[in-house]
């Protein structure tokens, strides 16, 4: 099954949008009822706690380069961070934490940002780190020749320099307070390249940077070897200090995605990526580790307000009461995703919170049209009104494409909840291209879309007044732009939450999307591989430096 998404260029990819939460009516917490809890390994293995050395085997479908700035490909770019680094990285709650940037600042107008360096990295060739390797870096995500995932990160720069060798300092165009967020690229070393274009250069070939483990060989056809950085900065430490267990990583290359499960089942791996489709394959079974996470991935009803029925607030607020996205998960795809209202991760730092807004209620949804001049047809059960000297029923096209089963079996239970509260819906494939051009044009009813969302929790895409290309539903409030714009420029972390909290109140009253689900990811790890196995969706190779290789009983 294909599935197509909309997508909004971030850190990697990205588009479309989405509506949101929290608001002042009945709201109710929901429980991902996939716990991570670590299975139990059979009984081959023997775990004597964390040891040194052994060997590591990961995925990765042939290289288009091995420098992490131009890579497109995205097994590359995630191995890739455990050679190089960035000036910070995101936790699992998407906070961005200190790596190479010991500390940073921003000025009081939200223009000027300095990033303290740390004074104890070395690159792994024994070269001291210092401000002009991130301004080179800067200067080629910046420089029109070069193509990287990682122009989205700096469109909003428009100077920077290195002030010593431990600072850094940017100046932006306008205010952006996610800005820590967004410096999450690879730092490259200029020393490296020596004056050479890094697009041409033979020095991608043999990638150096400041990670804990080193580049040391490839075949160039189905073997990249990395081994431990025993030079790594944080092996030294003033705090603490940390060596990874493992000794070597191996990247066994082979032709496509689909290979990876294929080569973890015959042990050729040790872990691999999985998407939400592929987890059945794995149930039931003690001699692996599934840690499931929410992806990127998020579902939503998209609702046209130019539609003069869609246009009632009362009649989308009755659909988000109507549809139960929790049962909608139990029953198309049982463990496969998590419901949510809002494009961003729940439980992140900016919304700490998996509480939907509109407890599913069908007796709700239903008393909120009547006492609403809303009435029910008693031959055909479908409400209807007169708007505006206009009689309009509440019959309605849902639109979902072709190729996808799961949003087409998604869209009929969605339909048989609405009419069970007097709304018609037809549910009409059609080709993504023709879907595309409806959605385009505002000449929808609605459509069952998704979206992969940025590592970085700023919503304008989808909620601005000027983002007409992702705003599908055509949604406009200047409050809502009000408050997009301060979260923009807000340092302080506690007024950007309230900001953050007071906007999606409004967006859930006047619910200009209705938000479904998270699909979930997860990483499979072989049962020799244990540790901190806490992988999470900006970091698959999280915490590595904590994993171990146990030895089977003999």
């Given at each position: ?43 081959d ?28 490909n995205?097994y ?17 709650s ?134 431990l950085?025993?030079?790594w ?151 209807y ?50 879907e ?40 406009k ?5 009000g ?28 619910m ?43």
């Amino acid at each position: 099954m294909k599935s197509r998404v909309i997508k909004v260029v971030s850190t990697l990819l990205c588009i479309n949008i989405f509506l949101t939460s929290c608001s002042l009516r009945d709201s109710v917490n929901i429980e991902n009822k996939e716990k991570n809890t670590q299975n139990e390994f059979s009984g081959d293995i023997m775990d004597k706690g964390p040891v040194r050395g052994g060997n590591l085997r990961i995925f990765s479908t042939a290289p288009d380069t091995l420098n992490p700035l131009l890579t497109q490909n995205l097994y590359v770019k995630d191995f890739s961070e455990m050679i190089f680094e960035s000036l910070v990285r995101l936790d699992k709650s998407q906070r961005p934490l200190p790596v190479l940037a010991d500390k940073w600042e921003v000025s009081q107008d939200g223009l000027s940002w300095v990033f303290y360096l740390r004074n104890d990295v070395a690159w792994q060739d024994g070269t001291p780190f210092t401000a002009e390797d991130v301004e080179f870096t800067l200067k080629n995500i910046q420089d029109p020749k070069v193509n990287t995932l990682y122009k989205k990160n700096i469109e909003d720069i428009s100077a920077f320099t290195a002030v010593n060798k431990n600072t850094i300092k940017i100046i932006l165009k306008n205010p952006n307070s996610f800005l820590a967020e967004l410096m999450t690229f690879p730092i490259i070393s200029k020393r490296h390249f020596n004056g050479d274009s890094i697009v041409t250069s033979k020095k991608n070939e043999t990638p150096m940077g400041t990670g804990p483990y080193m580049f040391l060989s490839s075949d160039g056809k189905s073997l990249i070897k990395l081994k431990l950085n025993e030079s790594w900065w944080r092996a030294s430490g003033k705090k603490e200090k940390i060596l990874p267990y493992i000794s070597s990583i191996d990247v066994v290359l082979n032709r496509s995605s689909k290979d990876a499960i294929n080569d973890f089942q015959d042990e050729k791996i040790d872990l691999t990526y999985l998407k939400n489709r592929d987890f059945s394959k794995f149930n039931g079974r003690n001699d692996v580790y599934l840690k499931k996470f929410p992806s990127n991935n998020y579902e939503y009803l998209s609702l046209n307000l130019k539609n003069a029925v869609l246009n009632d607030k009362v009649v989308r607020q009755a659909m988000a009461y109507a549809i139960d996205k929790v049962k909608l998960i139990d029953k198309i795809i049982p463990g496969e995703a998590i419901a949510a209202d809002l494009p961003v991760i729940p439980d992140t730092w900016l919304y700490e919170s998996n509480a939907l807004s509109y407890t599913a209620s069908v007796k709700s949804a239903r008393d909120l049209l009547l006492q609403n001049g809303w009435k029910e047809d008693m031959t055909t059960g479908i409400m209807y009104k007169s708007v505006g000297g206009v009689y309009r029923k509440l019959e309605l096209e849902l639109l979902v494409n072709e190729d996808n089963d799961v949003r087409f079996r998604i869209g009929e239970m969605i339909a048989s909840q609405l009419e069970a509260c007097g709304i018609k819906v037809a549910v009409k494939k059609m080709k993504w291209d023709e879907e595309f051009k409806k959605i385009n044009n505002k000449t929808y009813d609605m459509a069952l879309l998704g979206l992969s969302i940025p590592d970085y929790s700023d919503i304008s895409y989808a909620f601005s007044s000027d983002s007409y290309a992702f705003n599908t539903s055509g949604y406009k409030n200047p409050e809502v732009d009000g408050y997009l714009r301060q979260i923009k420029s807000e340092n302080d972390d506690a007024k950007k939450k309230a900001m953050f909290f007071n906007m999606r109140s409004i967006i859930s009253d006047e619910m200009p999307y209705i938000g479904l689900y998270f699909y979930n990811h997860a990483v499979l790890f072989n049962k020799r591989v244990r540790g901190d196995l806490s992988s999470y969706q900006w970091n698959k190779y999280n915490d590595v430096t904590k994993w171990y290789i146990t030895a089977p009983v003999r």
